[in-house]
């Protein structure tokens, strides 16, 4: 069954005879004062009370119908109402979308009288629903009762303001009240793996041996640290000894000489050989450990997680180290703010590169598992306690309602209060949240919280700062907005709306939205009054598409006939006067106000059609007389603020986005159409490297803008106005990790990025609600041999400062790694990531696959993927030229492009053209129809520099090159 909506259609014509008429407004003495003066009685009177919506039960106004025979004589205030089937109400210069007939009205349409009111909607009344007048002026009931013995009786409770603990429950205690479960298992040890001594007699002696040379190391290491301190401090005496003695320095072996006793040097020599020993024996037994380990976490997962060995980054608080050791003891797997906050002495291990990768690998598939399995304090305690990945913790114990803790998390450690306000109110302790918040000016999230325990003034309050802010702002709509919805104050909404016309960047916007609430409230007589003030003004150029728009959408939309047609007359009068002078993409939009009061008019939408053609017309004989030319066509250039330098740009449509540095210590972001027009915000942070920058799906999702080293970026508004239809935020989501190099949206809206978890690079995703849905180990998880081949590529190792192996994997300080994991890249179901010269692929999003690395000619400078829908192929360029892969379910055969370009930037329009552009030339190429080349198709001049972005414009065809000066050149195919 197909369903069709029914709809409300205005008409230029009465329809049919009244028999209703609608009073509007929520006064009852209103509607006395109008019924009195109708002429007729009014006990014959029939009232039926219209609620303002669905959600919004107080009443807009009331139907009154008369019996038969009766003439009232209505004031232009009530509205005359027609019926169909003799119970269908609906304006009489209206009609339905679609027709129906009597007989299909009585019967889909249930109900004994129904009303159909233009912003109301279809509302259905039963015949005890019917008021009469007498029902809305009629006394109470007398009773005899006598007055004369009044009671005080007790006096009222004040009202309950809040609850509290008679201890304030704070984060200190909570960690306290965690400390329950330590150390309240009693130790063992990890059992043997396959293939060690069994249970036999000559089992039971290997093992008794291997017991024994365990218990020898324990024995040793338990007296180890006095032990090993002696040792290592009678070794550094012997040397500043040996030294004075005649020792020449500078490693230099020391000459014998007869001052030099030789029981000395003996001396030395054994305690070297000792302290060589206890390391030896020591470092044999953590292998040993570390494999029955590994061996465990394969066969069973759950017993294996008990000795699971936390690695380096992990967030305890470290202080001093303890008894070294050989053996790996059972531990708790529930997750424990108190094990986390601890600070206790460590024992580090010193675990080589392969086994440190394979542990990382496995731990993240058994969270990935835990997640799935619903098992969240589980996944929070291997994310915090054994990878040290805090943020993902918090979500892990966010989605597991474990709200608290995971406040604790995002406020304490990882500096996250906004994050942790939300969790503190879905745990209900709103006063807390409400003091996060306020330290914040996150004022709607406070006004919203006191509205949900029942303090409407500290809410009014908030609200009223919240508007103060945005008013600040010149987010008129928004102000107006809050005033409406949340304070409940539509007069001063209406103040705020008029103040953005004719003046603001919204005021077409406040000019509609003033309109809408005027007809909202039943105020026709205002809007007339505003119609006519707007016909009295000359607005500038500028607004004559906005006032045009908004004109046009009064016409169609409002509740009142009058106000309706003295607003279609305005629209024809403003077009009329712009037309002349407005350019093709302005007389389109005009035009097209024109066609939307009475859709119904064919000559009128022919005529449109006509007027805007003459343009299409107009430019299609200047392309015949334009001589032919080999490469897109140049259709406009423009500024971006040169004060700026821009390093990062993206696009979404009919918009682009951009960041970059002013004056050397101000970040600027900045969202812009085609024709030039962009609106910008700052941020008080300093850039120290580039910006990961990735615009959301559609406007509710945030554009992302994170830098890769530094602060992050607050999240800020950029407002809707005239030329933005939608408001949206920009910034560095408080979810995001903080050590992110590499990140990109897929088509559902989830989120994967890459990023550093101490020496690891791990592969995250995230879904449209921010929940951690699994991680994955990157470097390090395939084979042996590709991870060497992966860290002799990588490595910048300086023996001098690194001891540890797995320290050469990545820097300390980033810079190399900026250069490795920058680039990630979608297509369909998979996520490609470029690693120097190496390129992952490919990842299936719905599956847990070991990473497979394929290497290609030259390191990935940048990467892309085809972005319609004809096929699926990359474009890895290099520093000299690009390679193009068709990305089926293996990666397919190669084909260089862009011979001889240096350091090219690519991008794959919607038509799935290939464009790449360097400093000094660009080049477009056309796919064959199976994917598997390439060919060139056109040549043009570059821009000068070496871009910063080469991205889709609006058009299928069209491509923008953007430079770190902000110039913009826009192409056409």
Known sequence: MIRVPLRLRPCERTQREAAAWFIPGDRPAAWLEEIAGWGVPTESLSLHLLPGSGSDPGPCGVLVTA????????????????????????????????????????????????????????????????????????????????????????????????????????????????????????????????????????????????????????????????????????????????????????????????????????????????????????????????????????????????????????????????VPSGWLGMRSVDFNLSR?????????????????????????????????????????????????????????????????????????????????????????????????????????????????IGRPEDAEKAYRKGVSILWQQSDFIGAAALLEEKVRAPDEALAVLAQGWPHSAQAGKCLKAGFHLLGKLGRHGDATRRVAALRMEEPPARLALPLAESLAEVAVTYPDRTVRERAADLNRVTVGRRLPSADPAESRRLTQTLTRLDPEDKVLARDAERYTRRWSDLSRLATVLRPPKRGPTLIRKFQLPQEVEWGAVQSRDAWFYAVGTREGHKAVGL?????????????????????????????????????????????????????????????????????????????????????????????????????????WVLIGGGSATEVEELLSTFAIVNPKEWKDDRSGLFPPDGSRAIQLLQRVALRRGRVFVAAGQHLLSPWQTDHQHVPHWTRLEAPIVHLVASAG??????????????????????????????????????????????????????????????????????????????????????????????????????YGE
């Open 340 to 452: 986390l906050f601890a600070g206790g002495p460590t024992d580090p291990w010193g675990i080589p590169s392969q086994m440190y990768a394979r542990l990382l690998q496995r731990y993240r598939e058994i969270a990935n598992r835990e997640l799935g399995l619903g098992r969240h304090r589980r996944a929070a305690y291997i994310f915090a306690e054994l990878l040290g990945d805090l943020t993902s913790a918090a979500a892990a114990l966010e989605q597991g309602r474990h709200f608290r803790e995971a406040a604790t998390l995002y406020l304490e450690r990882l500096k996250l209060p906004l994050k942790a306000a939300a969790c503190l109110a879905r745990a209900g302790l709103f006063l807390e949240a409400i003091r996060l918040y306020e330290e914040h000016q996150a004022f709607v999230e406070v006004g919203d919280l006191y509205t949900s």
């Open 671 to 775: 969202r812009g159409r085609w024709d030039g027009i962009f609106q910008a915000v700052v941020w008080d942070v300093v850039l120290a490297g580039s910006v990961l920058l990735v615009p959301g799906s559609h406007p509710s999702q945030p554009t992302i803008a994170v830098p890769r080293i530094g602060r992050r970026l607050e999240m800020q508004l950029l407002p809707s106005q005239d030329c933005f239809r939608e408001r949206e935020q920009i910034g560095s989501p408080a979810d995001l990790p903080k050590a992110l190099y590499g990140i990109a949206r897929d088509a559902r809206g989830g989120t994967w990025v890459v990023c550093f978890d101490g020496n690891a690079a791990v592969l995250s995703h995230y879904d449209l609600e921010w929940s951690l849905k699994g991680s």
């Open 869 to 970: 829908d004809k096929g699926r192929f990359l474009v890895a360029s290099h520093e000299e030229g690009a390679t193009l892969l068709p990305a089926g379910i293996e990666l397919g055969p190669r084909q260089i492009i862009g011979e001889g370009m240096s350091r090219p930037f690519p991008c794959v329009l919607r038509n799935e053209s290939i464009v790449l552009v360097s400093g000094s030339e660009g080049k477009i190429y056309r796919l064959a129809r199976d994917l598997d080349a390439a060919s060139l198709a056109g040549v043009f001049e570059g821009p000068g520099s070496e871009p910063i972005g080469v991205v889709q414009a609006a058009a299928p065809g069209q491509f923008a090159v953007f430079t770190a000066d902000g110039a913009v050149r826009l």
């Open 67 to 322: 019996p038969a025979g009766a003439v009232p004589s209505p004031s232009p205030r009530a509205l005359p109402y027609g019926a169909i089937a003799r119970r269908l109400h609906l304006p009489i210069d209206s009609r339905l979308d679609p027709e129906l007939t009597d007989a299909e009205i009585q019967a889909i349409l249930p109900g004994a009288l129904l009303v159909f009111h233009p912003t109301a909607g279809l509302v259905g009344f039963e015949a005890r629903d019917v008021l009469r007048v007498h029902d809305l002026i009629a006394p109470p009931e007398e009773r005899a009762v006598s007055w004369d013995r009044a009671d005080p009786g007790l006096a009222p409770s004040p009202g309950l303001r809040s609850v509290t603990f008679d201890t304030p429950m704070t984060m200190d205690l909570l960690r306290r009240e965690s400390q329950d479960d330590i150390g309240t298992q009693p130790g063992s040890e990890l059992p043997p793996a396959a293939g060690e001594p069994g249970r036999g007699i000559a089992a039971r002696v290997g093992r008794w041996s291997l017991g024994m040379a365990l218990r020898g190391v324990r024995s040793v290491t338990m007296a180890g640290v006095g032990a090993v301190a002696i040792l290592r401090g009678l070794g550094a005496f012997l040397r500043r000894r040996l030294t004075s003695l005649g020792g020449t320095g500078g490693g230099r072996r020391p000459p014998r000489s007869p001052s030099t006793p030789d029981w000395l040097r003996r001396l030395k020599g054994w305690s070297d050989q000792r302290l060589s020993a206890l390391a030896e024996a020591l470092d044999a037994a953590r292998h040993r450990e570390i494999n029955r380990l590994l061996r465990l976490l394969e066969t069973d997962p759950d017993q294996g997680l008990r000795f699971a060995l936390p690695l380096a980054g992990t967030g305890n608080l470290g202080r001093g180290a303890t």
